[in-house]
């Protein structure tokens, strides 16, 4: 899956996963990403893998955060949050550069928006930057924002049924240090 980002007046896209080391090992996975959840009680590191054979975990890295680091779902101890990942990630042993971070689902907006099915991803993407004004509550310069194709809709097969998601870019920041 591609991620989103406001940028200007377009989107922007990166992408979610990275290549692993082609190697002759064929248990390796050949694909691989790291995901971070930080939560109230712990900052979670998972490096998850795929391969022929599918997904697995890779690399694990848990570590305790202090009562005071997280507080009504937002950060609130940055330098706790960031010593608590360091460690987790030096836990995990992963030599990944990149993550997918968790963020709270309080602070994620989605809606389900209905366009048509023969645009092309080009067209789709403007579509949905477009219709996305009309249902995030927030101006658009400030969210960081991504959208899934989830299939034709039951009531109109001539439409698809997207999935918007977005989030408030500070929200993001945060969680990003």
């Known amino acids: 899956m591609a991620l989103f980002s406001r940028k200007g007046r377009g989107l922007s896209r990166s992408e979610s996963s990275e290549k692993g080391a082609n ?9 691989s990403a790291i995901g971070i959840d930080i939560s109230t009680s712990a900052v979670k590191v ?9 997904y697995k975990a890779i690399n694990v890295g848990i570590e305790a955060l202090p009562r005071d680091a997280i ?6 101890n940055l330098d706790a949050v960031g010593e608590a990942l360091a460690v987790a990630l030096k836990r995990s042993r992963s030599k990944r550069k990149n993550a997918i971070v968790a963020v709270a689902s309080s602070h994620v907006v989605t809606r389900t928006i209905y366009l048509p099915a023969e645009l092309n991803d080009n067209d789709l993407e403007e579509q949905v930057g477009l219709e996305a004004v009309h249902h995030i509550p927030y101006s658009l310069d400030e969210v960081n924002m991504d959208y899934m194709v989830i299939g034709p809709s039951a009531a109109d ?3 698809n049924e997207i999935l918007l998601s977005a989030c408030r870019r500070e929200i993001v920041e945060d969680y990003a240090g």
Do not use: H, K
Request: hydrophobic share 20%; proline share 7%.
């Open 157 to 159: 097969p001539g439409e």
């Open 46 to 54: 998972l490096e998850m893998g795929r391969d022929r054979d599918g």
């Open 23 to 31: 190697t002759a090992d064929s248990n390796q996975p050949r694909y």
């Open 71 to 76: 507080v009504e779902r937002a950060i609130s």
